[in-house]
């Protein structure tokens, strides 16, 4: 990972204490033309992805340990049972004494500095929670009770978690690092490492098998009860038939980001928060879907190794810098360590070289695709401590496109820099859209002649002719009761529906209820932001105009292979305000 060197902060909201749910929106910054910096990233000069035995070998050159991928987690059996091992006894410590030192390494403890049901806690009661939800998911929070915190200790520590703030990533890249100390003490085994779901891998899209089994054979034998299963996931899991949708884990666009804010609120609000309302039944019900509980199923540690690993993957990019600041890199958070003693580190500790003791399988070339790897720094997570990786000096753009005008190239016509100076909408003013429906479809209207036309020009350009990118902006969503089901987001030719593309899904990872009511800022409206500048190329069908385009916005339960229907809120009052398709020079 890259020393942290850039000030990408202006639009932090900085309020750090209790598990902050705030939806942060960053503006659409006006963005350059492809230059030489840019070139890092670029498909036109990308370098051939490693081999699984290259990146193993790089790997294994890392002063601690590496975090495998499950796939290759698993092919080692003594590593799967030393993790079965170390979550079965810390989950025997959750009986101890609370105020003990015991308690202190027990699952049900390191749960809950992520976040917990209480009347002290930021989150509220269970009551609060199931308040206005469809009887059919009450069941799923049957068993489970209102806590508080025993002791100072557990309220300095208890329901820290960060979302919505600059620390998303920092703060569980911190937690998983010393919940990662606690199974290899449990265990026994001070070479276990949190192995990732590698679900960005479309071939990884299953839940691993080791989580859902309700028991396993052990080494001798002995058919035991399985700690790695949660029977509060969706039943689709639980037969093994669900799977991810490969759309909603596919993270390409997000790596071509240059801005650190950009980036971590990408990859929050999509694949994170995605992934959490998928396991679960849906959000916000338990167990994945409800950030209070979701730190309780074994497979929430897996899918945040894999988001820990997304950062590293963005960080060892040609050009990509973490913020600097002071603000950021001293703010400090405390947990507790394999003997139940408080400390307190900060957010700087992380790039200073002293407690980063790990690197990942994989945390380079991390795009999907032979042609789509991107230009990877030399570095890694263990690099943290290194200096900041600078960008190599590239060859001249060769692709810098002629300008367009609607009939092709017209050498005559303004630069892509005087018509792109900032990103300009291709569409007519949209009016509010209140999804009341299982699905939706707005039809966007796209003025014709003129300027519009030459921007529709460079939109629909060949991806070699027009140095753009066309994005689906989603501005001002906001609800007054949890919309109970994430949307599938698709872009169709309005006058031949079958050319359509899913462009991502919109999930709504938060509070609801009487929760959401008392902290009113978790519902601040937020912005989805869809890079759409293939999927618009493959709806206009090769034609160099579009009258209009339809948005689809259909409900789903996140689940292939499971033939459910998602259970949608009418009365929820979701809204869109403002959709608009803006076209911007390409990053």
Request: proline share 7%; with cysteine.
């Amino acid at each position: 990972m890259t020393k942290p060197a850039s000030r990408d902060m202006s639009r932090a909201s900085i309020s750090p204490r209790g598990c902050e749910m705030r939806i942060i929106t960053s503006s659409r910054a006006t963005r350059r033309l492809i230059g030489t910096a840019a070139l890092a990233i670029a498909t036109a000069f990308a370098v051939p992805s490693l081999s699984n035995a290259e990146t193993s070998a790089e790997a294994a050159k890392a002063p601690g340990g590496i975090r495998l991928s499950w796939q290759d987690f698993a092919k080692d059996p003594a590593k799967v049972a030393s993790l079965r091992k170390a979550v079965a006894v810390m989950k025997s410590r959750n009986s101890a004494d609370h105020t003990s030192a015991v308690y202190r390494t027990s699952w049900e403890y390191w749960a809950n500095i992520h976040g917990y049901f209480g009347p002290d806690s930021p989150f509220g009661t269970v009551a609060d929670n199931t308040q206005g939800l469809p009887q059919q998911y009450l069941v799923y929070f049957k068993g489970i009770q209102d806590t508080t915190p025993p002791d100072q200790v557990a309220k300095d520590v208890w329901a820290n978690c960060q979302h919505g703030t600059p620390w998303f990533f920092a703060w569980h890249r911190l937690y998983l690092l010393y919940f990662e100390k606690q199974l290899q003490a449990a265990s026994g085994d001070p070479t276990l490492r949190l192995p990732y779901w590698d679900y960005s891998n479309p071939a990884q899209l299953a839940m691993p098998a080791a989580f859902i089994d309700k028991t396993y054979v052990d080494g001798s034998g002995k058919t035991q009860p399985n700690p790695l299963y949660e029977a509060r996931r969706a039943p689709g899991w639980l037969t093994g038939k669900a799977t991810l949708n490969g759309s909603s884990t596919n993270i390409n666009s997000a790596l071509k980001l240059k801005q650190f804010t950009a980036y971590q609120n990408y990859i929050e609000g999509r694949v994170h928060g995605y992934v959490h309302c998928t396991v679960g039944v849906t959000c916000p019900v338990v167990d994945m879907g409800s950030v209070p509980y979701s730190s309780n199923d074994p497979v929430f540690w897996s899918h945040h190794a894999n988001i820990d690993r997304m950062w590293s993957c963005w960080s060892n990019i040609g050009g990509h810098q973490n913020p600097d600041t002071d603000a950021f890199l001293n703010q400090p958070y405390s947990f507790v360590d394999t003997n139940g003693k408080e400390f307190t580190v900060t957010v700087r500790d992380l790039f200073n070289g002293t407690i980063v003791d790990y690197k990942y399988e994989q945390e380079t070339n991390c795009a999907r695709g032979a042609g789509e790897t991107l230009v990877a720094s030399a570095g890694s997570t263990v690099a943290l401590a290194a200096a900041a990786v600078k960008t190599a000096d590239q060859p001249p753009n060769p692709l810098t496109p002629t300008p367009l005008t609607p009939n092709g190239p017209a050498p005559n016509a303004p630069a892509t820099e005087s018509l792109l100076a900032e990103p300009q909408p291709l569409n007519a003013p949209s009016q509010p859209l209140a999804l009341t429906q299982a699905k939706t479809k707005v039809k966007i209207t796209m003025p014709q002649g003129g300027e519009k036309a030459r921007l529709q020009a460079f939109a629909l350009a060949p991806q070699n002719a027009a140095a753009t990118e066309t994005h689906l902006i989603l501005e001002g969503i906001s609800y007054k009761a949890h919309p109970g089901t994430m949307f599938d987001v698709f872009l169709e030719n309005s006058k031949d529906p079958k050319k359509r593309v899913q462009v991502g899904t919109i999930s709504f990872f938060s509070l609801s209820g009487a929760a959401a009511a008392k902290h009113a800022e978790h519902q601040a409206p937020k912005t989805d932001d869809f890079d759409v500048t293939d999927a618009l190329r493959e709806v206009a069908g090769g034609k160099a105009s579009l009258s209009d385009v339809t948005v689809s916005f259909e409900a789903t339960t996140g689940r292939e292979g499971t033939g459910e229907k998602p259970t949608m809120n009418a009365d929820a009052g979701l809204t869109i305000q403002k959709i608009s398709l803006m076209v911007q020079p390409a990053q």
